[in-house]
């Protein structure tokens, strides 16, 4: 089993442990193995704690051997993109400003990770403090796409989707601003969710734009996707942001929810500027799904025109003050060559962030500044609330909206890298779901012609996962996308 175990499925590699077919530290030693022989093409770790996470499954073999089981995750490894604190580990969100930051805590989704016995497994690159679409902006290197190390895998959790399309990890946690979740997993052809926001506690992961960020998961299938929402996700005193909700059992639910279902499909995310390889794939889902006898409806989300505008307005202006706590002083990159205090801010904080990181900050600081706050910060809370609106009429007629989760497959490093326009447009289809706050799912729905992956986005109402992840379960066990692996050897 040992040359396969690396593409066996959290649920296979639970159920592996549970019939005492496999340890955990055997599924440990294979990952490391892995890592160890498509790490050079793939890029996908920034650093790596193997003697932790051999430590952790140990433990896990030893509950076991004792008739201890903590739930479906014990002793599965789980990546995490270097955002999320996790104690005594380095947290450098890829920047110099955070280059030798070691976690004092835990965040809420790791401790609750850990509780579940799963495995943290090493530290996944992204752009700079999750600002990018392709890991270019990640100050240390560029991840590259399994399926064709020549193109980008997406970001900015692109260390996250990449490890689990690699082999590298059964599963691993990101966290999506305005698509770092869904557009990377799309890219490397994995199941990839951002989940309703408030669903999941942002406590300990790094602050970008806090009223866009949710904690999500990445898997090789829905049903391990499932899994891993089950364990981080519900409500959290430390984070008065997350939501007091019932948390159901989405496993069961996948099995349980069995439509037919009322699908939309917004004309406004189809045509032109989408590849018409992604319209293809996109629209024989659909219809896939009519075949299934669910009603496909038209639906429309007229301000999605006004998305991308909308997020790099708020965005930016939350970064701008998120960011203010790098200054120097404390726990970032300290200058050198500081004459005084204020040279100190100065150059710490030109030495310690990367340029996206720096046009970001600007820009944020630019629209809430006094003379132009009201033309531009307040006019963008304004249609941010009209797209909200757009979404939550939309899903008073239908159960889901159906659309491509990006316009184009992979695109080759450095080919947008000197165009912020044209790689902020790469989150068109994704950043009006977080300006809703509604949940969003990512699943592979075909191939290009040359071998990329194609996502299908399922977008729903709030708090409404366990339909979405029956509605892309739905897909995946008819089609066999999430069985085929990127050739790496
Ligand atoms: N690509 C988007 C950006 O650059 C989204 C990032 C994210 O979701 N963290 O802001």
Redesign the pocket.
């Known amino acids: 089993m040992a040359e396969t175990l690396h593409y066996r499925t959290a649920t296979e590699l639970g159920r592996d442990l549970e019939s005492g077919a496999v340890s955990s530290e055997e599924i440990v030693r294979a990952l490391i193995e892995r890592t160890r022989a498509v790490e050079d093409t793939v890029g996908a770790f920034l650093s790596c704690d193997e003697d932790d996470a051999l430590a952790r499954a140990r433990e896990s073999d030893e509950r076991r051997a004792r008739g201890e089981r903590r739930g479906p995750l014990d002793g599965i490894p789980v990546g995490i993109k270097d955002i999320l604190a996790v104690e005594g580990q380095p947290l450098t969100c890829a920047s110099r400003m955070l280059a030798n930051f070691v976690s004092p805590y835990d965040a809420t989704a790791i401790r609750k990770l850990k509780a579940t016995g799963a495995v943290p497994w090493g530290r996944l690159n992204m ?1 700079e403090f ?4 392709s890991t270019e902006n990640s100050s240390v290197k560029i991840t590259a796409n399994p399926w064709n190390p020549e193109c980008i895998p997406g ?3 692109g260390g996250s989707a990449a490890c689990v399309a690699a082999g590298e990890a059964p599963l691993s946690l990101g ?7 869904r ?1 990377p997993a799309a890219l490397c052809g994995v199941v990839g969710m951002k989940p309703t926001y408030g669903l999941v506690s942002r406590y300990g992961l790094v602050a ?1 734009a806090s009223s ?2 949710q904690i999500g998961p990445f898997a090789r299938t829905v049903e391990d996707a499932a899994l891993l929402l089950q364990a981080v996700a519900g409500h959290d005193d430390r984070d008065s942001t997350s939501f007091k909700t019932e948390i159901p059992d989405y496993r069961r639910e996948l099995s349980q929810r069995r439509g037919p279902w009322k699908l939309g499909i917004p004309k406004e995310y189809f045509g032109e500027g989408v590849d018409p390889e992604v319209e293809k794939a996109v629209r024989a889902a659909i219809e896939f799904y009519r075949s299934e006898g669910c009603e496909i409806v038209d639906v429309s989300l007229p301000h999605t025109e006004y998305a991308i505008g909308v ?2 307005i708020i ?1 930016t202006a939350e970064a701008s003050s998120n960011l203010a706590r790098y200054d120097g002083v404390r726990y970032t990159h300290r200058s050198k060559e500081a004459a005084d205090a204020i040279d100190l801010y100065f150059k710490s904080r030109a030495e310690g962030f990367g340029p996206e990181v720096k046009r970001r900050i600007i820009l944020g600081t630019y629209v809430l500044s006094s003379g132009y706050y009201d033309a531009y910060y307040l006019k963008a809370q304004k249609a941010r609330t009209l797209i909200r609106k757009d979404f939550l009429d939309a899903c008073r007629k239908v159960d889901a909206i159906l659309t491509p989760t990006t316009p184009a497959p992979a695109f080759r490093k450095g080919e947008k890298a000197d165009d912020p326009l044209r ?2 447009l ?2 068109i289809f ?2 009006s779901g ?1 300006l809703a706050g509604i949940p969003g799912i990512s699943i592979p729905c075909g191939f290009s012609e040359s071998g990329l992956p194609i996502g299908l986005q399922i977008l729903g109402r709030p708090f409404e996962e366990a339909e979405l992840l029956a509605i892309a379960h739905r897909f995946e066990q008819a089609h066999d996308y999430h069985t085929r692996h990127p050739d790496l050897t």
């Open positions: 752009d999750a600002m990018g679409s970001g900015s959790s966290s999506d601003t305005g698509g770092s979740i557009q970008f866009l960020d997020y790099y965005a790689m902020y790469n989150d994704t950043s977080n």
